[in-house]
């Protein structure tokens, strides 16, 4: 049974917050330093590949930051490398939270899946096993008498076996002996495991012969 695998799915941010903390990784790494102007906005979403509306976005939460400062007429400013340091080591942090989630999300898909599949496959074992027994209805039954079975110590044509059940006892295994086609006459004792051969409706007739007060 083939699998379907999903693409495994990240979890990621607005283009303008990946701007400002691709902005922000520039100024840690000095790129961009301390007192230094950020070319303008067109120039930024140029460089970035995004809208100057987006670039705008992204300089505003590194001014909320306190990471950048905007002097007004002038243009915007690297203000601290340490916020930007902090701003950086956040995102990594909350990315690898996120992903962590997405992990445990994906490790209880595939478990339901698993789980599908199990009960898919026990469906078919189940089909097979009744297809087996209704094309090979030789194959024999078992059933152990314990203390708790019914009609104990008596004789196979004593019980009428066949006439109640539609059962044909093909062997039983005593203690010391397994009796092969033991005859009308062999007496069914505790602890005897009694094989013969039916459909399932004679299987359920023998247990509910011996055992009618189990479900």
Do not use: C
């Not at 010391?176 to 033991?182: D, G, R």
């Amino acid at each position: 049974m083939k699998k379907t695998i999903k693409p495994k799915k990240r979890v990621s941010l607005p283009r303008y917050q990946q701007m400002a903390v691709q902005i922000a990784e520039r100024i840690v790494e000095n790129r961009y330093k301390v007192g230094e102007k950020i070319h303008a906005r067109s120039t930024l979403a140029s460089n970035f590949n995004v809208s100057p509306e987006t670039a705008r976005k992204a300089i505003n939460v590194l001014v909320d930051l306190e990471i950048m400062e905007v002097h007004h007429g002038s243009g915007a400013y690297v203000a601290s490398r340490e916020k930007a340091e902090e701003y950086v080591e956040k995102y990594r942090n909350v990315q690898t939270i996120q992903e962590i989630r997405q992990e445990i999300l994906d490790g209880v898909e595939r478990q339901q899946q698993e789980l599908n599949n199990f009960s898919e496959l026990l469906d078919m074992l189940v089909n097979q096993t009744r297809q087996a027994r209704d094309i090979s209805p030789f194959i024999p039954y078992e059933l152990k008498l314990t203390a708790e079975a019914r009609h104990l110590e008596k004789s196979v044509v004593e019980l009428n076996i066949w006439q109640e059940t539609g059962a044909t006892i093909v062997a039983i295994q005593t203690e010391s002996e397994l009796l092969l086609s033991p005859g009308p006459y062999a007496k069914l004792s505790i602890g005897n495991i009694v094989y013969f051969i039916g459909s399932e409706l004679s299987f359920q007739r023998m247990m509910n012969f011996f055992y009618p007060n189990e479900e």
